[in-house]
C-alpha cells in the first residue's frame, strides 16, 4: 500500500475498469475511479491526486480534452494514457500535452503496474525534493530572522552607547527592531506609580506599512493595569519575565481589547532601569498567529535590558548636565565678581560638602545593602548590610567577603567576582546563601557592577535580603503539590460517578427493551412448545419413530441454545463494565446483537431498519457492551424522533439507515434517521450532560453525553449531522485494530 499517492482512474468501459481497478488500488493511498472525462475532471478539481490514469476516447469528455484542462490547472501533474487507439495523432498530442506514459490496449497488469511503479516513484522522489527545499527555506529564513535581529540589537547596542538623546535613537531602534523581526507593530510604555498603583502609557512606536498607527489613541495613556484586565501583566513582568502567546490564548479579560488592536500575536519584554520596573518593550503581529522562538525572546530581551540601561545613563547624565549647569551658573558668576572670590569659595566648598551630604545620605539609607570590594577585600559597607546581617564595619571591612558566604556558595561568588574583573560576561543577577552574625543562613540576591574606584578596578555590590520571599516560594510549591492531589481525587470521584450513570443507562436501556427481549425468547420457546405437542401427538398414535424424535430434539435443544445465548447476552450486557478490559471486538457483530435487542420492538411501531455494512471484517480495541450501549442510545433517541415526526406527518415512513464502512485508518458507523432533525442552536450542546429538549418524563439529557465519553474512552471521535425536520446523523469513528494484532 502506498500511503501516500493518490491516484485517479478514467475507464469508461465497465469490464475493462473492473479488471484494472483492483491492482491499481493496491498501488495507492486513496483511488477514485470515473466513466468519463468530465467526471474525472470533477474528481481532479476535488481531490488532486497524484497520478491520473486514462483512456481517451470517452463519452461527455474524451481524455485528452480532460487532460488539457488539469494541466491548466496543475502542469506537473503526472499522467498515464491505456487506450486502444494507437493512432499517430492521438500519440502526438499525448506528448505535446506532457503525458508521462502511453500504454495501447490489451495491457497486461505487469506492464500497467510497472508503468504506475515507475511514475510514483518520480512522485515520490519531487515530493520528498519539496520537502526539503522547503525545509532548507525555512531553515534559512529562520537564519536570517535571527541574525536580523542580532544586528538591530547591536545597532541598538551602538546608538545607545555612541549617542545620547533617547527621544532621536528610540525611533530608530523601534524601527531596526520591527523590520529585523517582520511584526506589524513595536512600541515603548512608560510605567508610573500613583496611591500604589501602576498606570502605563505608550509613549513610542514604529508601525509597518499598512497597519494603523496608535501612538495618538488616547486609549493608551494612563492605563490602570491591575483594574482594566491586565493584572497577569503585572505579576509577570514585574519578575524580569516576558509576556508571550497567542492573544486567543491570553485571559478573556486581555483577548477583548488586544483583538479590538488587530493583534494575533505578541511578546512583551520588561525594562527595568536599575532594580525598578521602569516599562515595557512590545511587538504586536497583525498579520498571523506567530510562535516566538526562545531565542528571539531572548534577544528581544536583550534590547529591553539595552533601553533601560540607557535610560538609567540618561537620567544619571541629565543629573549630571544639570548639575554641571548649575556648576557653571556659580562659575560664571565667581568670574564677574573677583571681589566675591573668597565668598564664592566658601560657597562652593559648602555645596561641595552638601553634596558629600546628599551622596552620604543615599548611600546610608539605602532599601538595599551595599558593599565595595577591591580584590576581593571589603572597603566598606552601608548600615543597611549591617542591619540585614548584624556584621559591624569593623567586623567586615578589610577581610574576603567569601568568608560571610554560605559553603555551598562561595565557589560560585568568587568565579563570577574573578571574570567580572577579568572582564568576562558574567551573570549580574544571581541567589545565594550567606550567614548573619548569629550564624543563622538567609538568602540573598547579588547584583554587583564593575566601578573604579580611586584608580583602581573595584565591585559595587547591592545586596537585597530575600529570605521571606525564598519561603513564600517553597510554601506555594507546597500548596500547589497539595492542590494537585486535591485535584486528582476529585477527578477520581467524578470517574467513579460517571461509571455509575453509565451502568444506570444500560440498565433503563434494557428496561425500554424488555418487549423486543421477550419476543427473541418466546420464539423459540414457541418452536419448543410445537415440538413437545408433536412428539405427544405421534406418540399418543404409536408412530413415534427414533429417526423422528432425534430430529425434533435436535431442533429443541437448537432453540434452547438460541435462548441460552440470549439470556448471557443480556447478563453480559447489563453487567458493570467498569473494570472490563478492552479486547478486539467485530463491530459487525456488536451491530447486529444490539439490533437483536431492538428490532421487533421498533417494526412494531412501522420502523424499518436499512442495513450497509461495507465491511467484511471490521475490528477495533475497545468494549463491545459499552460500544452495544452507545448504539442502542443513538437507535433510542432515532426511535423517539421518528415518533415525533409522525404526529405531525401521518404519512411518513419511518426509516433508520444504519451504515459501517472504512474511512482511512477509523471504522466509522453512521445511525441516520428521517425524523425532526436537531436545531443548530441545540446540535453544539447534545453531548452536554442532563442537556435535553425532551421532557422530564422522556429524558435525562444523560444519553448522549455518556456515549461520547464511552467513544472517547476508545480513541474515537462522534459527532452530529442534522437539518431540522428533515433528518438527524450521528456519525461514529473509531481507530481500526491492526490486522496483525
Known amino acids: 500500500m502506498n500511503d501516500d499517492i493518490k491516484i485517479l482512474y478514467i475507464e469508461d468501459e465497465t469490464p475493462i475498469r473492473k479488471l484494472y481497478t483492483p491492482f491499481i488500488k493496491e498501488k495507492a493511498s486513496e483511488l477514485y475511479v470515473a466513466e468519463n472525462g468530465l467526471e474525472g475532471l470533477k474528481l481532479y478539481k476535488k481531490h488532486k491526486p497524484d497520478l491520473i490514469i486514462s483512456d481517451i476516447r470517452m463519452p461527455k469528455m474524451d481524455g485528452l480534452e480532460m487532460i488539457n484542462n488539469i494541466k491548466s490547472l496543475q502542469s506537473e501533474v503526472r499522467i498515464i494514457i491505456v487506450t486502444a487507439f494507437s493512432q499517430p495523432q492521438y500519440f502526438t498530442r499525448a506528448i505535446k500535452l506532457g503525458v508521462n506514459g502511453f500504454l495501447v490496449k490489451p495491457v497486461t497488469k505487469d506492464d500497467i503496474l510497472a508503468v504506475v511503479d515507475e511514475q510514483i516513484n518520480t512522485i515520490r522522489l519531487q515530493k520528498k525534493i519539496k520537502i526539503e527545499e522547503e525545509k532548507r527555506a525555512i531553515a534559512e529564513r529562520d537564519r536570517k530572522k535571527g541574525a536580523n535581529i542580532l544586528r538591530a540589537v547591536s545597532f541598538a547596542g551602538e546608538e545607545f552607547l555612541l549617542k545620547t538623546r533617547l527621544e532621536e535613537i528610540i525611533p530608530k531602534v523601534l524601527k531596526n527592531l520591527g523590520k529585523a ?22 509613549i513610542f512606536e514604529w508601525v509597518a506599512e499598512g497597519i494603523k498607527s496608535k501612538i495618538s489613541d488616547y486609549d493608551l495613556q494612563d492605563i490602570p493595569l491591575k483594574t482594566s484586565g491586565f493584572k497577569r501583566w503585572i505579576s509577570v513582568l514585574s519578575k524580569h519575565k516576558p509576556l508571550y502567546g ?99 569659595r566658601i560657597q562652593a566648598e559648602e555645596m561641595l560638602r552638601e553634596s558629600e551630604e546628599k551622596y552620604r545620605q543615599i548611600f546610608e539609607n539605602a532599601n538595599d545593602g551595599i558593599m565595595l570590594t577591591i580584590d576581593g577585600i571589603v572597603k566598606f559597607i552601608n548600615p543597611k548590610l549591617y542591619e540585614i546581617t548584624g556584621f559591624l564595619p569593623k567586623e567586615s571591612i578589610s577581610k574576603p567577603f567569601t568568608q560571610f558566604v554560605h559553603p555551598d556558595y562561595q565557589e560560585v561568588v568568587y568565579q563570577n567576582h574573578l571574570g567580572r574583573l577579568k572582564g568576562e560576561d558574567v551573570t549580574e543577577r544571581y541567589d545565594i546563601q550567606a550567614y548573619t552574625k548569629s550564624g543563622e543562613p538567609k538568602w540573598f540576591e547579588l547584583k554587583s557592577a564593575l566601578i573604579q574606584w580611586e584608580n583602581q578596578d573595584a565591585v559595587l555590590t547591592f545586596i537585597t535580603d530575600i ?35 453509565i451502568q444506570k443507562s444500560k440498565l433503563e436501556s434494557l428496561g425500554k427493551l424488555a418487549a423486543g427481549i421477550a419476543h427473541e425468547i418466546n420464539q423459540p420457546l414457541g418452536a419448543i412448545s410445537l415440538l413437545l405437542d408433536n412428539i405427544q401427538y405421534k406418540s399418543d398414535k404409536g408412530d413415534l419413530d427414533k429417526e423422528y424424535l432425534d430430529k425434533k430434539l435436535k431442533k429443541s435443544f437448537e432453540d434452547i441454545d438460541r435462548i441460552r445465548m440470549i439470556i448471557d447476552h443480556i447478563r453480559a450486557f447489563s453487567r458493570d463494565q467498569d473494570k472490563a478490559e478492552f479486547v478486539k471486538v467485530d463491530v459487525n457483530m456488536v451491530i447486529h446483537d444490539a439490533l437483536s435487542m431492538i428490532k421487533h420492538q421498533y417494526i412494531k411501531q412501522n420502523i424499518s431498519f436499512e442495513l450497509k455494512l461495507d465491511l467484511k471484517k471490521a475490528f477495533i480495541f475497545g468494549n463491545p457492551y459499552k460500544l452495544e450501549q452507545v448504539l442502542l442510545n443513538l437507535f433510542s433517541n432515532a426511535n423517539y424522533a421518528l415518533n415525533e415526526k409522525e404526529k405531525l406527518d401521518n404519512n411518513i415512513k419511518k426509516v433508520i439507515q444504519i451504515t459501517a464502512y472504512q474511512k482511512a485508518k477509523n471504522i466509522c458507523i453512521e445511525i441516520e434517521d428521517n425524523g425532526t432533525g436537531i436545531s443548530k442552536t441545540h446540535q453544539e450542546n447534545i453531548f452536554d450532560p442532563f442537556y435535553t429538549t425532551k421532557s422530564a418524563d422522556e429524558g435525562t439529557g444523560l444519553g448522549l453525553s455518556i456515549s461520547y465519553g464511552i467513544i472517547k474512552e476508545m480513541n474515537g471521535d462522534i459527532k452530529v449531522e442534522s437539518k431540522e425536520n428533515k433528518y438527524t446523523k450521528m456519525i461514529i469513528a473509531l481507530p481500526m485494530l491492526n490486522n496483525k494484532t
Open 181 to 202: 523581526t517582520s511584526v506589524s507593530r513595536v512600541y515603548l510604555f512608560q510605567n508610573e506609580t500613583r496611591s500604589r498603583k501602576i498606570y502605563t502609557s505608550q
Open 467 to 501: 529570605t521571606e520571599r525564598k519561603k513564600n516560594a517553597a510554601e506555594l510549591r507546597e500548596l500547589n503539590l497539595r492542590l494537585e492531589n486535591r485535584v486528582k481525587e476529585e477527578l477520581k470521584k467524578t470517574e467513579e460517578q460517571q461509571q455509575l450513570l
Open 246 to 344: 497567542l492573544v486567543r490564548e491570553f485571559p478573556k479579560s486581555e483577548q477583548q481589547k488586544l483583538m479590538q488592536q488587530n493583534i494575533l500575536s505578541m511578546v512583551i519584554v520588561p525594562i527595568f532601569v536599575q532594580d525598578y520596573w521602569w516599562g515595557f518593550l512590545g511587538f504586536d503581529d497583525c498579520l498571523e498567529e506567530r510562535e516566538w522562538a526562545e531565542q528571539e525572546i531572548s534577544t528581544l530581551a536583550t534590547a529591553a535590558n539595552l533601553i533601560g540601561t540607557a535610560i538609567h545613563r540618561n537620567n544619571i547624565e541629565s543629573q549630571l548636565k544639570k548639575l554641571n549647569n548649575d556648576l557653571e551658573n556659580r562659575i560664571n558668576v565667581r568670574t564677574l565678581e573677583l571681589q566675591k572670590e573668597i565668598t564664592e
